[in-house]
């Protein structure tokens, strides 16, 4: 039997199998479905997560279905250009574009050939006794809860969401088309109170468009293309419309209470919601599974005490909380505050180019360092690498690092104040020593 079990088959527990099987553990992935989810969802993730699909292996095939964002537009609710922050599509620091548009069921896919999974199973059964946990009266060592917004998992160690303060209904309508809309390849947000909207182009021929709903719309009201298209007419007349999904969302900033117990540990969306302002909810579930993965294997193969586990809440709730926050803050200020909301927009968004450094904080991709632990030996005055992402290939253990034995790193370091770095296998630096 697999000392570990994954419930939930979506993108954070496949990429939480295929680390475990880099370091040597063996699992299991259950499903509920029967299928693969069809549908596309989430379509965005950063250089940072890049790396974690490049460290089992699956990089090239990522780039084969995944094009680079282009940037931001701020539009006005008629579509005139407030503010545009243009992104170079060329590889960041960690060697991938900095925004990644994708379809999920591709990526799905890709991290499917890399593990096993058990499809149309539901688990049922979860009780702990010690020195296992019975799922569906099978024993494992681990369990780790991937099984989303609506978790069995969550429920089974009586974790509880705290909301952070936002919900908005949203419209999601997903289009396939061969015509060229002619739009820029960017992201497009309409801020504004009346009908807030975004539009991307996710795919070679897909494209996404959603709207925040009215209290008295619902996704039954755009169950066609003929109830879209005054909606989407402000950027395309195409007739040639395939239209592929529309769904109803409800944008939340949540987080769970806590998530882990014993040896039952809860990841992606069953441990955290963040609206999608900012593109990291996926994301944020992929940086789950590298946190944990390692410290798993480690401990299940005696080279860390049990107690490194206790890291991966420490670590990460602080961090989810972070960048929760951060969506929150930017959906409520392209889409809240009424006509005096629409007021101040249309006159301070277009002076924003003239803030100094505004451009680069708004399209770079670097996330922050995490808190201090047991595997963040972090100065408590004064920054430093610790906590951070080496701009290098995860290694497969903890690998210490100098401008000698890294000459590709030498500016990272003198940047970082650093003499030598201690890196982990999820690339994190866990101490550095300075000059």
Not at 10 to 17: E, I, M, R, V, W
Not at 77 to 105: I, K, T, W, Y
Not at 205 to 212: A, D, K, P, Q
Request: glycine share 8%.
């Amino acid at each position: 039997m697999a000392p570990v079990i994954i419930v939930g088959a979506g993108p954070t527990g496949l990429t939480a199998a295929a680390l475990l099987a880099r370091h040597g553990v063996d699992c299991v992935v259950l499903d509920r479905r029967t299928t693969p989810h069809p549908q596309p969802r989430a379509v965005h993730l950063d250089d940072e997560v890049c790396r974690i699909l490049a460290s089992i292996g699956v990089a090239d095939e990522f780039a084969e279905i995944s094009r680079p964002g282009q940037g931001l537009r701020l539009l006005d609710a008629n579509m005139r250009v407030l503010a545009e922050f243009r992104r170079d599509a060329a590889a960041g620091r960690h060697g991938f574009p900095e925004a990644n548009m994708f379809d999920q069921p591709d990526l799905e896919r890709i991290l499917r050939r890399k593990v096993t999974v058990v499809d149309g199973v539901e688990v049922t059964e979860l009780t702990q006794r010690g020195d296992h946990v019975r799922v569906n009266g099978e024993r494992f060592e681990y369990v780790l809860g991937c099984d989303g917004a609506n978790s069995f998992v969550r429920d089974a160690i009586g974790a509880r969401m705290r909301d952070l303060g936002f919900a908005q209904r949203w419209l999601v309508v997903d289009i396939d088309t061969d015509e060229d809309l002619g739009q820029w390849d960017g992201v497009h947000q309409v801020c504004d109170t009346r009908r807030a909207a975004t539009f991307m182009r996710v795919g070679e021929s897909r494209y996404r468009w959603e709207f925040r709903l009215q209290h008295h719309e619902s996704a039954a009201d755009y169950q066609d293309l003929s109830r879209i298209r005054p909606l989407i007419a402000p950027w395309t007349r195409v007739e040639d419309l395939r239209l592929r999904r529309v769904a109803e969302y409800t944008f939340r900033a949540q987080i769970a209470d806590k998530w882990r117990e014993n040896r039952v540990f809860l990841l992606g969306d069953a441990a955290h919601l963040t609206p999608p302002f900012i593109g990291q909810g996926l994301g944020a579930g992929l940086r789950d599974a590298a946190n944990l993965a390692w410290k798993l294997a480690f401990v299940h193969n005696g080279q860390l005490p049990a107690s490194a586990l206790d890291t991966y809440q420490v670590e990460r709730q602080p961090h989810v909380r972070t960048m929760i926050r951060l969506a929150k803050l930017l959906g409520v200020a392209m889409t809240e505050g009424g006509e005096f909301g629409n007021l101040l927009r249309r006159v301070l968004m277009p002076r924003l180019r003239l803030v100094p450094g505004l451009r680069n904080r708004v399209l770079s991709s670097e996330t922050p360092a995490l808190r201090r632990s047991e595997l963040v030996l972090r100065p408590r005055l004064r920054r430093g690498l610790a906590g951070t992402l080496c701009p290098a290939d995860n290694p497969d253990r903890l690998t210490t690092v100098t401008a000698e034995s890294a000459p590709e790193l030498a500016d990272w370091l003198r940047q970082g104040r650093a003499r030598t770095a201690i890196i982990r296998p999820d690339g994190v630096v866990f101490q550095a020593r300075p000059q």
